[in-house]
Nanobody, 115 residues
Framework: QVQLVESGGGLVQPGGSLRLSCAAS????????MGWYRQAPGKQRELVAATPSGGSTRYADSVKGRFTISRDNAKNTVYLQMNSLKTEDTAVYSC?????????WGQGTQVTVSS
């Protein structure tokens, strides 16, 4: 059974930082492309950052220079370090894994940026 479990969300003030984690089980993690997506109320889900199994990371223009995605294949975990958070970063953040036609999603974690 495949599970992706996110953690690390919460309430933070503008300018603050959070670190999201996504622990995967049931997949050959090192072979999977991993990504973080977010969906704000009334908006479509968008890709925030991705780390392929082999290749360069990529980011949405809106988070470049502020967010960093990383993965630890030994721990089957992908991280999203979010710095200089803005109110517009408020959303549900979800972890995704993909390999060919196989794709899996976590349940999501709420990030709220507010003063």
């Amino acid at each position: 059974q495949v599970q992706l479990v996110e953690s690390g969300g919460g309430l933070v003030q503008p300018g603050g930082s959070l670190r999201l984690s996504c622990a995967a089980s049931g997949i050959a993690f090192r072979l999977y492309d991993m990504g973080w997506y977010r969906q704000a109320p009334g908006k479509q889900r968008e890709l925030v950052a991705a780390t392929p199994s082999g290749g360069s990371t990529r980011y949405a223009d809106s988070v470049k220079g502020r967010f960093t995605i990383s993965r630890d294949n030994a721990k089957n975990t992908v991280y999203l370090q979010m710095n200089s958070l803005k109110t517009e970063d408020t959303a549900v953040y979800s972890c995704n894994s993909g390999l060919g036609i196989k794709t899996y999603w976590g349940q999501g974690t709420q990030v709220t940026v507010s003063s």
